[in-house]
């Protein structure tokens, strides 16, 4: 029978549940070494020179590495299934498993010859999380579901985050089936050749799936390094944009045409790089611009150049100030086309606005810090992530641990055990907690 006192107890016992105003996670025991030897499995599914890493979307290498997560995510006893993109998700059902899920993740695609810990540190992470939060005898109230997202690096498609715009509804199936790869194989051709051959449908995801989203990732900068910070918590994650601008003339040839004669659309561009790095120095440590990607029409050495089209890449955590910079930028490009007589024309490619991440897990992870005795830097994260769309629809924290001399997208990125035992330990206090929240 029950007695007064052990309802009272219950009672109080789920306030302190709910109330979670000191809630405590058991002593967390992450295991590095199994995570770098995951980590490092992982990333022999590759197609470039080792020790660079290749993992293109939907490649061969993509599909084994594929298979290689679901083994393991099942090994851990984790429900796995996908979506028709192939964002893979692991789950770990809590005890109200109706309550909005706690999600953790990040993407595990690369760009060319690329490093080992960019995207894949937050899946494998998020894995050995839960692994040593099971280990110790945690059991979550909410759900705790890993996510594995499809391709975040613009790199087979020209189009970054494709798995979590996907996922959130800011990327149609209409837009989907309009990409093509530079060697003219269509993203629905390359997805079903991965075995994915359910029909694509728009992703129905609604707002409360999940209560939050936690994405681990090395800070790809350096100043985490500099200060001797072991954590950094991001607070914004910057706004990106990228356009397009070509510059026409009718060439000539390189012998007989005299400089004065000439509309050179090369030269239009090199005086407009130089002009954005002026214009940019106006406000260096906010705004970023960069071209990144030139060609030169028809690429001869005997001729004008007829054409040059370069892609710029604008970021601010201001979209304001991004904006100005744009117009400025454009304006500017015009007026040098004017004064070259070359034509011009510009297309965006495409725009985002920035991200804040939710004060309520800032906050969390804050508390796992301190609960961990790690110091730790709030900063604003210049490159983009899956978080930057996840953010679109869900409460959204991030999680960084240094990386050595900030570098990342080079076979040399490197984060050391330490620092990933951290990284882990604070994801693993933090997903346990806001499974109580
Ligand atoms: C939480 O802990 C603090 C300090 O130990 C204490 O002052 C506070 O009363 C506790 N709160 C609850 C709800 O137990
Ligand atoms: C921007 O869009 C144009 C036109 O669709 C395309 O040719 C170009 O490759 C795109 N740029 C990038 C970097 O994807
Ligand atoms: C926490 O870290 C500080 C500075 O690193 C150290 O002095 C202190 O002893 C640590 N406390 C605990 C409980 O580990
Ligand atoms: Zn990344």
Known sequence: MMTFQMLCFLFLFSVFILCDANFSVPYISVNTERLIEDLKILGQFSDGDYPGITRLLYSKEDKAARRYLIALFEKSGLSVSWDPVGNIFARWEGSDPRAPAVASGSHFDTLLNAGLYDGTLGVLGALEAVRSLKEVGFEPKKSIEIVAFTSEEVSRFGIGCLGSRYLVGSLTVEELLKLKDSDGVSFENARQSCGYIEKLRESMIAEDYYSAFVELHIEQYHILEDEGVPIGLVTDIAAPSLYTIEWKGPGGHAGSVPSYERQDPFLAASEFALNLEQLVLKDPKNTRATIGRVEVYPGSAGAIPRSVRLSLDIRDINEAARIKVKEQALEKAAAIARKRKVTMETLHNYSYPPAKMD???????????????????????????????????????????????????????????????RGVEVLAETLARLSYQ
Not at 388 to 408: H, Q, V
């Open 359 to 421: 004060p309520r897990i800032v906050e969390v992870i804050e508390d796992s810090c301190r609960a961990h005795n790690f110091s730790y830097l709030k900063l604003i994260s210049r490159p983009f992530h899956d978080s930057l769309f996840m953010a679109t629809k869900f409460p959204t924290g991030m999680i960084f641990i240094p990386c050595k001399e900030g570098k990342s997208h080079v076979p040399d990125e490197y984060a050391s055990p330490e620092d990933i035992l």
